[in-house]
Nanobody
């Protein structure tokens, strides 16, 4: 499974970005997908996750009112719509795939099996 994240960039506070993560080499519709981020000098943190058919989502509290995770299984792609961006959202954003048949949506990075290369998001005040 290969994951390719894109859509990062530089925006001013209050702006929006949509990240995309395209998957290849596997059966995308069977994977739970997640987004994580890592700012300089910090540990990677969970942002959002989505179930196989997109009906179930899970977002960390700090972004729940501003970010939306979605997926298009026909396009093998998961998205992270980020609105009202703040400087504290500045980080490298990673997508990840959990291929465990028996798993559940999780914020634990150790439960994810495949990772994309990351895309930089920079928010200026």
């Amino acid at each position: 499974v290969q994951l390719q994240a894109s859509g990062g960039g530089s925006v001013q506070a209050g702006g929006s970005l949509r990240l995309s993560c395209a998957a290849s080499g596997g059966t995308f519709s069977t994977y739970r997908m997640g987004w994580f981020r890592q700012a300089p000098g910090t540990e990677r943190e969970f942002v959002a996750a989505i179930g196989r058919n997109g009906a179930t989502t899970y977002l960390t509290d700090s972004v729940k009112a501003r970010f939306t995770i979605s997926r298009d299984n026909a396009k093998n792609t998961v998205y992270l719509q980020m609105n009202s961006l703040q400087p504290e959202d500045t980080a490298v954003y990673y997508c990840a795939a959990d291929v465990n048949v028996f798993g559940v949506l999780t914020r634990n990075s150790l439960d994810y099996d495949y990772w994309g290369q990351g895309t930089q998001v920079t928010v200026s005040s």
